[in-house]
């Protein structure tokens, strides 16, 4: 037997009540132990062997609170509702995967009324708790002042993550003001000598990094920190912003490990932290510029970014293969997914710039018919000037509603374009001026007197105040209604994170450390208050976006900002998909696939095809296809293709919606290839176990040594064998066994560079 833990920390069997500080020993101790069971039999010890003691124990015992256990069939946490604080106690996942936290959570420990610090005691209300097997809240209060924290944890699907929020009610009738709360503290114990991974990836926001996807070693001293916005800017030479999640493994044991990410589009972070047996996670609102203060109304809340906490099997793609089903469950809009034709073909105007007018627009309708796509997108250049959302009457002489009633007239769909927040200097009525003194106030900056917008691009108002929140709440409502919309594509600097105006409900500014730039049309704030500016923000787009989708049910929001620069788990429980690069060569589309595929669903993933050299029929497959793994919007002029060209497209856009769609959809996803260097050979598996077939994309760079290559396939039956049918004719259809295409691999051979194939594959005893 053992020797007993409970003796060697030196207190007496009812100092249990210590438990909590003294869990960290125990946990050392425990690793020594083979089972759970084992441990639990050991903590109950001391009561059976101490004779008088007996009873107080029983009496402890009784009072104990009981760890609730929330679960899904990826994830296991123990809960713990202590008298003044609650606590994540473990988490248990696939393959014995076990982590234990050697933390309680940190509640706020004061807030400031009428400019004093008071400082907070919390008390547990068991009576308002909610405990049932898929949703644990524990409650807390303070009563001077009269504060409730809700600690709350949500199994919202039957697999994947699980989400938590802490939302904080003021009942105390007066303000208050609130310090940082971060939406979680993980503190694991672990074994010093593992070799821990973290794997996480960055926003396409742009153009995408020579990088793009990190594996960092997470070594003794490891310090990271991943920040994500509202629009992501590159600095020079600075961090990328990251779509907020971390996947940590240890590298011996790389099959199972532990992730989390954030669900909210403002100003978030995550910091990771290795120190001996210690692995420290943060997620939630960045507190940097800080210090972070927002006010809560008499009545009103605060609820912290929610955030998802799962653990994983079969490696990085494994947790991929669970997230973006759980994305898709649990985030995206269930109407959506209904819709067969979703992902969408796109024929987008931006090929022609801001060139564009009725003769255009009703050319590409009628070519895009001819090829098989499935919504026109009008970009900028429609309107009368920024802010001033009504159709230029020279460019459009019969409106926008004429173009989508020819759109519809042939089987497509409509939308449009449209930076919706923010102001320039049109004065017609109906525009957003930057002068009127209302929007002046609404402005998160105030601009020079020789300000000028750029082409399609205005500064910035902020939503988060309520009036300006109504203004473009009814805006873009009118604009759906009017224009008979059926997509809205939002674009640039939307939300705002900064603001100099003390009159709006976030914190003020320190205007003596607000730093104003201008940034190609924009005055972008950085401030202090800059997260809670972000904070309320968001909630109002949010909300915006939530009434038009009630609205307007099967109306689709495309996420642009400026080609990928609010890609986030917020906004893809608010929008439909994604513009994931502003960047749209084949090799940056492949790079901004390769990223982002690793944690959203790919039908969210748009790649805009833009005009590209293609002197041979094969690099215009290989163009077509770099955007045709997710979403696919060409954004080129179709009808100067040449007729070879043409007939490519209309097979390929034919085969997309026959037989990728499908998979992209509803297919496991395996990057079977390093990162796209435009050199060397890369490609992407798609196998949909439900339909026992698959695909791979394979390309070739310019790498001019290497006409063959060979990708080792993942997720397939090593028992069975499969039929290989290369759709470009680059090899004669045959069978190989799934354990040779899973060590050897597929071999693909691709006589020119810049090429590509599909190479579809389907269990051979199912069918055909
Ligand atoms: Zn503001």
Known sequence: MPINPIKSLGFSPCGMFFWGKARTRLHNWKKSQKTMIELKRIRRAPCLAAGPLLIACVVWAA?????????????????????QVPALVRIKGPAGLLLVNRQEETLPAAIELDGATVPLAWQHRPALDITTARHVVFVYESDN?????????????????????????NLSGREVWLPMVDSLRLDWSTDANNSLRNLY???GA??????????????????WTGVSSTYAFSENGGPREIIPAEFIFDAAR??????????????????????GQSLKSILGLNPDPGPFRTRIEPGGSFETPTIFLGAFLGGVDGAGNQLRPWVRAVLNNPLTWKDPHYPLTVNNSWGS?????????????????????ELFGLDAGWFRGVGDWYPNPKKFPHGLAAIADEAHRQ??????????????????????????????DWLVADLKPDWKPEDFKGQTIDIGAPAARDYAAHEVKRMVEDYKLDMLEHDGYLVAQGCVRDDHPHAPPNMSTAQVHHNWGADIVHDANSTDVSYHAVRAYYGIYEQLRKEHPGLLFEICNDGGRMVDFGSAAHGDYFSITDTYDPLSNRRAFYDTSHVLPAAMLESYVEKWATPHIENFRYMLRSGMMGWLTVMLDTTQWTPEQHDAARSAIALYKQELRPLIRDARLYHVSERPDGVHWDGIEYWDQARAKGVVFAFRGTVVDQPEHRFVLAGLDPEKRYRLHFQDGTALDSEAAGKDLMAQGLTVRLPQTYSSELVFLTEATAGK
């Open 63 to 83: 009072q104990a609170p009981t760890p609730k256990i929330l679960a899904t069939s990826s994830v296991s946490l123990e809960l713990n509702a202590g008298k």
């Open 145 to 169: 002042p009269h504060l409730r924290l809700r600690w709350e944890w949500e199994a919202r699907a039957e697999f994947g993550p699980v989400e938590h929020r802490i939302s904080i009610e």
């Open 201 to 203: 990836v960055e926003k």
């Open 206 to 223: 742009g153009s995408p990094s020579p990088q793009g996807t990190h594996l960092d070693t997470v070594s003794d001293g490891y310090h």
């Open 254 to 275: 790389p099959q199972a490990g532990w992730y989390a990410g954030v669900e909210f589009s403002g100003r978030t972070r995550i910091s990771l932290e290795r120190s």
């Open 353 to 373: 710039g801001m060139r564009v007018d009725e003769s255009l627009a009703r050319r590409m309708i009628g070519d895009s018919k001819e090829l098989g796509l």
């Open 411 to 440: 089987g497509l769909r409509f939308g449009i374009w449209v930076d919706w927040t923010q102001a320039a200097l049109d004065t017609e009525p109906g525009a957003l001026n930057v002068r009127d003194p209302k929007v002046k």
